[in-house]
């Protein structure tokens, strides 16, 4: 488990679109968050990805880069894009298991036929830009992740007051 104030794991996915996403050259103003959703099969990341979407601008203008990461295959990935109409959350693809584990995300077994054998549940981790961790929240399941529109306000907050990371003891 990486404590906050302390190096997060090295991370580069490709993108859909073409490109690629490392957070070593990511260079955001205040903080890069990553939000790991479990892929194209779950109708809660969906949603999810979808509220991102709508507030991105937000987080964009607060100083934050976001992308989307999951364990989908480029093909998958691509179909995400366009089926729940994503149009500016760069999206990341070909997470694996392994790095998905050195980030301290749960791993599932598919158990229908519409699952891939294995993927990564959610996950949201707050980076700073020296690669310190800010924040995380990690899940076992699709539900109870941040809402982002409270994690805007909350975030705003930290900016103004320079509110120190927490949970590092």
Not at 56 to 72: C, H, P, Q, R, Y
Not at 113 to 126: T, Y
Request: aromatic share 10%; with cysteine.
């Amino acid at each position: 488990m990486t404590k906050p104030r302390t190096q997060v794991p090295t991370l580069t996915v490709d993108l859909v679109g073409g490109g690629s996403f490392s957070l070593a050259d990511a260079q955001p103003e205040f903080m890069t968050m990553l939000v790991f959703y479990r892929g194209h099969h779950c109708p809660v990341c969906r949603k999810n990805i979808q509220q991102l979407q709508t507030k991105l601008a937000d987080f964009e203008a607060l100083g934050i880069k976001a992308v989307a990461i999951s364990t989908n295959t480029q093909e998958l990935a691509e179909k995400t894009k366009q089926d729940w109409t994503i149009a500016d959350v760069p999206l990341g693809y070909g997470l694996s298991i392994e790095k998905a584990r050195e980030w301290g995300l749960y791993i599932s077994k598919g158990i229908s036929d519409s699952e891939p054998a294995e993927f990564s549940e959610p996950g949201l981790f707050l980076v700073n830009p020296d690669g310190t961790l800010y924040a995380s929240s990690i899940q076992t399941m699709p539900f109870t992740r941040p809402d982002f529109e409270d994690l805007l306000g909350g975030l705003k907050f930290v900016k103004e007051k320079k509110y120190p990371a927490r949970g590092e003891a």
